[in-house]
């Protein structure tokens, strides 16, 4: 039997710290442009109550996309120890391109992949690059495609990024921008023989949901009326995603599993992408509760806390610092079984199942 394994993972976690603390002289406008009469430092504090977030890091002017997803790569790949010329497939999820610092201007051509493959300086004709547009669960959209072209037969060793710099996209009067982040996450894939009980991935599932939830999450004009109109920044119906999210994300992940035939018992640990705590939480509970199992302790590491919300890098970073023991109470052992979520943008879902 062969399994698509993942055999390194890498991360790159800005160094720019940017607290709470930094929006409490912010102005904040609500969504029909009406300046807010609650002080700003009282928003702040409820929406820490909300989200759990602490603080956000953001990258240093001089690097955008591109060159955070190859410093996740590099690492990545030296972790898993292959030839970077074995490489088949580049595959880069993300949102927004390349936007230099102090612009909005999106720039996705050449794709990211390609500016990364160069940047890594891979000689090979043959690794195919290519940028996945997927919202938030991109990267575990790219282990969903990179594991259906192995078994196609199209590959056999992929490299996965998810790459974001949020804070060059948000609208600093919108009080949802302090959710986002900057950041990078990696990992190579490869398709290897496994045992009925080894390693790799499991299975997967995949939705799109576009009926009414299309533009739950789009980009849109500062909520400021003085500000420039043509202008558009990332944009989220908060509330419209919360209740999605608890109603669709726990029912994906159990078909996950239920087509793995893997009990909810046997998951060791469960990586939610990073947007929200109390969503993530909420999240977690549901799905028990459609097992009517109690939940363990200590089976959902979170970062959100100290890093926001990095869109397609929250989930690979996550598990790069978990695997290095770098995330406190949580380790991850031979054999563990793990799945992985993400809601996003689209709006799209996905999961996978995976034994480390």
Request: with cysteine.
């Amino acid at each position: 039997m062969r399994r698509s394994i993942i055999t390194g993972t890498g991360c790159y976690i800005p160094p720019v710290i940017q607290p709470n603390t930094a929006f409490e002289k912010q102005p904040f406008y609500s969504s029909d442009q009406q300046l807010l009469d609650v002080p700003s430092p009282v928003i702040v504090r409820k929406f820490k109550e909300v989200t759990g977030i602490e603080e956000r890091r953001y990258t240093t002017d001089d690097l955008n996309a591109s060159d955070i997803g190859a410093l996740a790569a590099e690492i990545a790949i030296a972790d898993s120890g292959i030839d970077r010329e074995e490489i088949d497939q580049l595959i880069v999820a993300h949102n927004f391109g390349n936007i230099s610092s102090h612009t909005i201007q999106s720039m996705g051509v050449p794709s990211l992949a390609s500016r990364i493959k160069h940047q890594l300086g891979i000689k090979n004709p043959n690794c195919i690059c290519y940028d996945i547009l997927f919202g938030c669960p991109g990267w575990l959209q790219g282990l969903i495609q990179a594991d259906a072209f192995f078994k196609a037969g199209i590959a056999k060793k992929a490299l996965v990024i998810g790459t974001e710099t949020l804070s060059r996209v948000i609208d600093k009067y919108d009080r949802d921008s302090m959710i986002f982040s900057d950041g990078a996450g990696a990992a190579v894939l490869e398709y290897k023989g496994s045992g009925d009980s080894g390693p790799g991935m499991l299975g997967s599932s995949a939705e799109t949901h576009t009926v009414d939830e299309v533009d739950y999450i789009n980009m849109a004009r500062s909520y400021n009326p003085d500000t420039a109109p043509d202008v558009v920044y990332i944009k989220m119906q908060g509330r419209k995603v919360y209740e999605f999210a608890m109603k669709q994300v726990p029912a994906a992940m159990k078909n996950c599993l239920d087509k793995c035939g893997v009990q909810i018992e046997e998951v060791k640990k469960i990586f939610i992408h990073q947007a929200n705590a109390k969503m993530d939480e909420g999240i977690l509970k549901r799905l028990f509760k459609l097992y009517d199992v109690e939940i363990p302790q200590n089976i959902m590491p979170m970062s959100i806390q100290w890093l926001g919300n990095s869109s397609v890098a929250t989930i690979p970073t996550l598990y790069d610092q978990v695997k290095r023991g770098k995330t406190d109470g949580h380790e991850l052992l031979p054999g563990d079984v793990i799945l992985f979520a993400s809601v996003g943008a689209g709006m799209n879902i996905n999961a996978v199942c995976y034994r480390y």
